[in-house]
Each structure stands twice: as structure tokens, then as C-alpha cells.
């Protein structure tokens, strides 16, 4: 039975559990709630321990204060970075001298991500409202419930003080058992990415040198013979690769000829076959589109000279003319009677290319570039190519991705993209990291005694860890009600205005000033709340709009 089958056996038996129980009204029970799907479960259990949790009452009155600053600064991040994310889709430079490929994903089964998902979740959502519920026994506040909130699994957590006490409660008071839920889950998250960069990270190490494919482009020369994303290569034909540096400059004696492959995946060594030469990866407008080139074709020869490695394409290309037609030859799959098998062979419908200027092909196709006034003398043809139709990258680079992003990313694009980038992990296929890429790392130093597959799995704990409790925390920090940055903003503008009230002087009254009242403040936080969700809506639509213009 595969993960989809298992999961949509759990979630039929969820709603049987839920029909039953609504037949049998075991849900009019005052402990029990049912909301459509969602069900919330009471309980007065689980008190005793955060009373006794509270008792040091001055370490929890620091700890609240310090939590209304670590909410505040969350939500003056979250701003920022929503901004800052708006401005960045405008001035993101597009160039194809640059252009990746794209990463190819991991692919964990669905049972695999869902479980480090609701583990993440379960236990960020507990540290949540555990340390709510401590704050308010610290601020002499009783508690009322305890409750979990379940949709076919646990997906939260809440807690229920005592209404009327918590509303008759001072403003400071207020603000210090709001704001404990979020700091906690930032100060979780930030424990988190500390183990991951000062003590996991550093332990991984590759199992041998060699250069990491982490994509292979459909229908090149790697696709068609068995050259698979996520495997190492270590030696082509007689000469050993050490890192991606060295692949990428691989010398090829003659395009499309037969190449020896050294590579390792998924625990097993194997040497393949596979026809050589610099493939086109991406075909943009312009010349090569033109011309009919498709990515998986080799490009053997052009203006005359063959072509033996990606940095001679670049040279021959950029040196040759852009004034009249310069002659190419290009290798497609097919059946090679020679060989008695399929190959790559000439394809005799290309024979020349109109390459152009590539100061005019950047400003005519992409305007937002960095175009530069030297590129007037120089040629472009409008493709990205690598050896084999691989994507390449050094053996510490997924380790370093996942565990330690600032010595990841080689663009200097600033502290604000590689956290986005680092928490978008999950959505790019990425976390959690599964074989067969795991089999291509091992612990080191104090933790080589911990099997591979162990240690990966503590890696992907503890960043499923710091995801859940960042967007928890940064989600709950927002300035907006009902999220608990919400409450904290509104009780620090009722705290101002009172202050402000007692110091009104007599002939302050006498010229008309007043203190803002309560429902004044509720007004302004009811616009403040509609503004920052009108900005999410605009920053995540800006996302899909804002590279058209």
C-alpha cells in the first residue's frame, strides 16, 4: 500500500469517527467541540504542571517583558522582509549567462513529509500555548482548559483563561501572556538553527570526492544513458573529479564520442557509457530558438571549430560574428546504424545560426539585466549548456543548503534572500533531505559512530524543528487581530494612552486634549489589522504579477 493509500485510509477513518460520534452525541459534551471537520478536545489536565512551572514568578515577569520585545521586533521583521520581497521581484536581474537550471527535488514520499511536518507543527504549536498557559498562572490568572485541535491529525494547541480575569487584567500583564507564545516559538527556532550551523553541519561530510548532479536536463546525453540526478560523479574516463569545478571544465576529445563515467548512486558504484559533448541545458529567445536548437542536443561545432568544452563554446561564440550567418553543427538523439544502437547523431536540418549582439539580444529580450556597453562587440547565441546535460555542484553544497545557508548561497543577493530561500526549503523539495542523496554523506569526529541515515534524520528534526516554530511565531507575531501580535499591539496603544492620560494637565483640558478612549483604540486597531492584511494580499499577488512588468 503506497503513502497515498495510507492517507486517504487515515482521513476516511477520521470522518467515520466523526459521524459515529455525532450520531452517538459524544460531541455535546462540554470538553468536546465540533466545528465542520475540526474537532477541539478539553481537558483541565496538564495545570498542576504549568502552576508549578509559574512559581518563580520573577523569572516569568523577565521573561514577558523580554517576550514583548522579541514580538514587537518579529513583526517589524516580517514587514520588512514582506516589503522587502516586493521590491526585490521588481529588481531581481534576469540574465541567461546566469540562469540555473533548477534544483531538482529530493522527492520524500508523502507519509515521510507529513510526518516531519506534523512533528514540526505538534511540537511548536505545545511550546506555543505550554509557555501561554505559563505566563497566565505567573500573572495570577487561572486557567480554565487545556486543548488540543484536531483535523484527521493534532494541528494545534490553545488555552482558555478565565475571560473575565483576563480582561480585568492591566495592560503589561496583557502583553506579557500574548507576546510568550511567539517569542518562545523564535527563541525555539533560533535554538534550532544554532545545532544545525554550530554542531550537525559541520559533522557531514562526503563519503569521496567528486562533483554532485542535482539535475539532468530531459532528453540529454546524462537522461538517455543513465545518468541520474542525485548521484556523484568521481572520474570520467581516466581523469578523477574532484569537485564540480573540475567536471565543468572537462576537456572532451570529440563531441558525441563514447565517454567512460565513474559515478555513485544510491550506495552503488557504476560506470556508464555516455556520449560526450557540451549540451544545451535552456534555450531563451533569439538566436539559438531560431535556429531550432532544443535542449538535449550536443553542440559539436560552430564557425568552424569544434567544440570540446562549455568555456570554448563561450570564447567561439562571443569571438564570432553577429553580422552574417556563422555555421554550427548540433547532435540529436536517434538510431546510429553504425553503432547498431541509438546515439547521438548530426542533425542535418541545422547548419547555421544568426547569433547577435549581445548588448542588443540583453536589451531587446531582457531589459532588467545588468547589460554592460562592452558586450556591444561581443556575440550571443541564447542558450545555457553543461557537460553531459548535468547541473553540478561540490559534494558540501546540499550540506551546506540545508544546515548552514549563508556558506550555501554564492550570489551576493544579501542576508534577506538566503533566510527566505533557507525557510522555503520544504516548497523547492528540499527538506526533508532522503536517499539517495543521504548515501552520499557520513557524520565525522565525535559523531562518526551515528549511522548515516540516523544522523539525516536528526538534520531534518531539527530543521522541521526551527520551520514550524519560525512561521508560528513570525505568523502569530503579525500586527493584526486576532494573532497574538495583534492583542500585544493593541494593549501597548492602550498603555500609551493611559499614560498619556495622567499626564494631561489642567490647561491641556482647558484647550480640548483628551486621552484616547478605549473604543477609539479598538477603531484604530481594526484599521490597523484591515492594512496589514491588505498587504499580504498584495505582497503574495505582486509575486505572480510583478515579474510580468
Known sequence: MDSYAIALAVVAAYFVVLVIGWRYGLWKKPTVTLYGPVLLWRTRRGRKAMERAASKTRFWRAYGISAIWICLLSMLLLMLLLLWESYHVLTVPVSPDAAEIGLGPLGADTAVLAAYFVFGLALAVAAHEYFHGIQIFSEKIRLDYIGLVFLVLPIGAFVEP??????AASESRRMRIFASGPATNMLVALFC??????????????????ALVTDVTVGSPADRFGLSIWSEVTQIQATPIRNSADLGSYWFAFP???VRVHSTHAGRQSVLMVPGGVVVTAVYEGPAFNAGLEPGMIIAELNGTVIHSVNELRSVTENATHKAP???TVLRFGFDASRGRDWFLEEPSIGQINLTSKWLFYYKYYP???????????????VSTTPFGIRIEDMDYLPKLVTHPLGAEKSDKGLAVRLLRFVALPT???????SPATELYEPSGAFSWVPSDVYWVVVNVFYWLFWANFLLGIANALPALPFDGGFVLRDALKRVAHWRAVRITGLDKALGKKALADWQIDHVMWVVSSLVYLILVLVLTWQFIGPVF
Do not use: Q
Open 193 to 210: 538553527l544554532g545545532i544545525l550551523f554550530g554542531v550537525l553541519g559541520p559533522s557531514i561530510e562526503p563519503r569521496e570526492e567528486g
Open 368 to 382: 532588467k539585466s545588468a547589460n554592460r556597453e562592452e558586450y556591444r562587440n561581443l556575440s550571443i547565441m541564447g
Open 326 to 328: 556563422v555555421s554550427i
Open 162 to 167: 478565565m475571560d473575565k480575569e483576563l480582561k
Open 428 to 434: 523547492l523539495g528540499y527538506s526533508p533531505v532522503v
Open 256 to 258: 558525441g564520442g563514447e
